[in-house]
């Protein structure tokens, strides 16, 4: 799949004469507050120090990308392009360069994390959003606790996560499943899967595709540019 978005991205810059230009990309991991502000919630990932968001800059535009494998970063587009995804922080570059330069061009909009309030009131959003799907048996790929505890609040819900720290923990109700052990028993279960958008950059977007197939719905700042480009469907309502 990285191999398809790679080819896509390149075809975005041939498309818009940028292949030559020198153009400055500019990352770094922000800290919480830069990101998220200070919500109600403790228990968001990035205010526990496990991840950060990473921000790359283009022409004035801004994206943006979770990953727990953070750090500086400035080269050009075609340094970006080259780069081998073989890692979090390489797949992070990319994924928040495409995501500034999709949002540059009015590709996309939403690549920015919602600050303050805004994580709380995207709780309310989906709330509504679901009681419009239907769908009774709920998989949240990744813990995020405000989408947890709406969700659990109304439905069947099993939690899948990667962080050991949150793993055989309770929360809201619901012990927090091992993701490396039983994605696909929880996909097989739910009727509609909320998948972090972060699973593009630690490279397990792949095999929950195929396992979830039809019943995703990603949600999340770092999934923009690629949902757009791949068709899939993405819940961020209160991203800028």
């Known amino acids: 799949m990285y191999n398809l978005i ?12 940028l292949s030559k230009e020198a153009v ?18 403790e228990d968001f990932v990035i205010l526990k120090g496990q991840e950060r968001l990473i921000q790359a800059e283009f022409k004035g535009s801004f994206g943006q990308a979770f990953t727990d494998m953070y750090g500086d970063f400035d080269g050009t587009l075609g340094d970006v392009l080259d780069m081998e995804l073989t ?28 600050k303050d309030h805004g994580p709380e009131e995207c709780g309310q959003d989906l709330d509504k959003f679901l009681g419009e799907c239907g769908k009774s048996r709920i998989a949240l790929i990744g813990f995020q606790p405000v989408h947890a505890r709406c969700c659990s609040a109304k439905y069947e819900l099993k939690i899948l996560d990667m962080d050991y720290g949150n793993i055989g923990k309770k929360k809201f109700g619901v012990v927090i499943m091992d993701g490396s052990k039983y994605t696909k028993d929880v996909l097989d279960w739910c009727d509609l899967a909320l998948i972090t958008g972060t699973t593009v950059v630690n490279g397990t977007i792949e095999p929950i595709l195929e396992m979830a197939k039809t019943k995703t719905v990603f949600y999340g700042i770092s999934i923009a540019g690629v949902a757009r480009l791949f068709g899939l469907e993405r819940f961020c309502p209160r991203s800028t």
């Open 24 to 41: 400055v990309i500019k990352a770094k991991p922000l800290t919480p507050e830069e990101a998220i502000g200070n919500p109600e919630s």
């Open 87 to 114: 890692n979090n922080f390489r797949r992070a570059i990319f994924i928040a360069s495409l995501n500034a330069v999709m949002r540059h061009l009015g590709m996309i909009e939403g690549s920015v994390h919602c």
């Open 6 to 17: 790679k080819e896509k991205f390149e075809k975005i810059v041939a498309d818009n004469n």
